[in-house]
């Protein structure tokens, strides 16, 4: 099955008017886990929305299982979506709106409920899934939109920024829930804009900006074709002016910038591996307490930044 193309996409764009969602985009998505990573505006949800059907490209082909997908019900069966964006019958409980839409889609009544309960069990609702929808917090309808997503068993699962309004419980809990379904064989495309967070799921993943695909394939391979992207660190400590010109004799270091009314600075590092020595030396050499340090350019905005050479994104 690893040479089967799960979603071929062929010079496919999609523009809004004079605005481009996605421009010259050709990929081919085989079966596993694949990330989709890129700063808001980067295109995602278009080409997201591309490979579930639910737009037709200005341009190009996008073929399911070498099918096309645009107006083709049949291969549109086959896909779990779960969009950004939400749509709820909110009178109805997370149960209920899940086994109507099953029902619509022509299953019996029994079969959709019977799903419908073991894929908001799946997602941590069933404490929950007989509540009505208007009183759910935002983690509780996301896995709701989730738990819609997966409940007819599909082929293949497209999930946009599922993580969005999760508390670090949550979060953790869908990331490892996507790594189950990577374990179980089933195929995911996944969107968001926090690295790490891809990575903890998978490997293989797609980096977008300003609707287009600035590259692909195993994210260590990616990472070393940054090893020249400034990182941006933020270190909170007890003197910051002593630990700037302590920095700065370093040669990892390029520049330091004080933030003295937060007792911070933030480092600029084109070796954060490098920083990250320089740093232990701070603290033992020169006696300096450290309270806090996190990267600056966690979401990768700056990253994609660099990686289109400042190009302005005009994806949506």
Not at 14 to 25: A, D, F, H, L, Q
Not at 48 to 59: E, I, T, V, W
Not at 178 to 190: A, D, H, P, T
Request: glycine letters at 8%; a negative charge; aromatic letters at 6%.
């Amino acid at each position: 099955m690893s040479n089967v193309a799960l979603v071929e996409l062929s010079n496919v764009s999609r523009w809004y008017g004079e605005i481009i969602g996605v421009n010259r985009i050709s990929v081919t998505l085989r079966p596993g886990i694949t990330g989709l990573l890129g700063p808001n505006g980067a295109g995602k949800s278009t080409l997201m929305n591309l490979m579930a059907g639910m737009l037709a490209p200005s341009q190009g082909t996008v073929h399911v299982f070498d099918q096309p997908v645009w107006g083709n019900p049949n291969q549109m069966g086959r896909l779990g979506y779960c969009a950004q964006s939400d749509a709820f019958y909110e009178k109805l409980t997370g149960l209920e709106f899940v086994q109507s839409l099953l029902e619509v889609r022509g299953w019996m009544r029994s079969r959709a409920r019977a799903a419908a309960e073991h894929a908001m069990t799946q997602l941590g609702m069933a404490p929950n899934m007989t509540r009505k929808i208007q009183a759910y917090s935002k983690g509780m309808r996301q896995r709701t939109k989730v738990a819609l997503a997966i409940a007819h068993n599909p082929d293949i699962l497209i999930l946009d920024e599922p993580l969005n309004g999760l508390d670090a419980v949550g979060r953790h809990e869908m990331i490892e829930l996507v790594r189950l379904f990577g374990q179980e064989g089933r195929n995911v495309i996944i969107s968001s804009h926090v690295l790490h967070e891809i990575e903890a799921m998978t490997n293989n993943i797609l980096m977008m900006s300003g609707g287009y695909l600035l590259a692909e394939g195993d994210v260590k391979e990616v990472r070393s074709d940054l090893q020249e992207h400034p990182h941006q660190v933020l270190v909170r400590c007890t003197d910051p002016r002593k630990a700037a010109v302590f920095l700065l004799s370093r040669s990892a270091i390029q520049s330091v910038r004080l933030q003295e009314e937060d007792h911070a600075l933030v480092v600029e590092t084109r070796n954060i591996s490098a920083f990250y020595n320089d740093l232990s030396d701070l603290i033992l050499d020169a006696g300096i307490d450290v309270s806090l340090v996190t990267v600056a350019d966690e979401n990768i905005t700056s990253i994609f930044d660099y990686l289109s050479g400042g190009r302005k994104s005009d994806g949506v």
